[in-house]
T-cell receptor, first 113, second 113 residues
Framework: QQQVKQSPQSLIVQKGGISIINCAYE??????FPWYQQFPGKGPALLIA?????SEKKEGRFTISFNKSAKQFSLHIMDSQPGDSATYFC????????????FGAGTILRVKS | NAGVTQTPKFQVLKTGQSMTLQCAQDMNHNSMYWYRQDPGMGLRLIYYSASEGTTDKGEVPNGYNVSRLNKREFSLRLESAAPSQTSVYFC????????????FGAGSRLTVL
């Protein structure tokens, strides 16, 4: 079963545009929600993360918006650049089950120059 | 450079053959993980080791075995490879329970004919 649902599967954005990737979860016991970025031929790397007691977190051009009541969170990439072209995974963790992350299916982002 | 090292990077097997994927980390992390990545399915946890001397099943353990050889090394074995095990395998590690940054290796691409 997929505990974290991610959409869209792929996304094409013009350079300078805003990229938006959405995720939804069901388990209200999740306590940590990271986003990972993966370039071709590389392993995923932590991009940005949020805890459920915060509604928004911003790091540079990357922002996570978190809606606890709707059990949804999203990644916004402002002023998208060709170098942002990668696969993005949302994930969720329940600490009492250790550091086992449950990942979304991934979104392939392509930023056209 | 410090990090997670996986070998081999590429492997082709015939159905029924066996092989072991090797993983080593030099960050003194306590917990280690094996994930598989398949298109449209994200990253799924195969096995993990919360600390040296312990291993436990993840979401998709069937057809695999693991060994936590010491604190640095965590291997994944396919005893009788099947085409359904064609995938990209990632090893990852983290400091321990409660830590937030999961560090991934570069991946091992396995094809089973």
């Amino acid at each position: 079963q997929q505990q974290v649902k991610q959409s869209p599967q792929s996304l094409i954005v013009q350079k300078g545009g805003i990229s938006i990737i959405n995720c939804a979860y069901e388990n209200t016991a999740f306590d940590y929600f990271p986003w990972y970025q993966q370039f071709p031929g590389k392993g995923p790397a932590l991009l940005i993360a949020i805890r459920p007691d915060v509604s928004e977190k911003k790091e540079g051009r990357f922002t996570i918006s978190f809606n606890k009541s709707a059990k949804q969170f999203s990644l916004h990439i402002m002023d998208s650049q060709p170098g942002d072209s990668a696969t993005y995974f949302c994930a969720a963790r329940r600490l009492e089950y250790g550091n086992k992350l449950v990942f979304g299916a991934g979104t392939i982002l392509r930023v056209k120059s | 450079n410090a990090g997670v090292t996986q070998t081999p990077k590429f492997q082709v097997l015939k159905t029924g053959q066996s092989m072991t994927l090797q993983c080593a980390q030099d960050m003194n992390h306590n917990s280690m993980y094996w994930y598989r990545q398949d298109p449209g399915m994200g990253l799924r946890l195969i096995y993990y080791s919360a600390s040296e001397g312990t291993t436990d099943k993840g979401e998709v353990p069937n057809g695999y075995n693991v060994s936590r050889l010491n604190k640095r090394e965590f291997s994944l074995r396919l005893e009788s490879a099947a085409p359904s095990q064609t995938s990209v395998y990632f090893c990852a590690s983290i400091t321990g329970v409660g830590a937030n940054v999961l560090t991934f290796g570069a991946g091992s691409r396995l094809t089973v004919l």
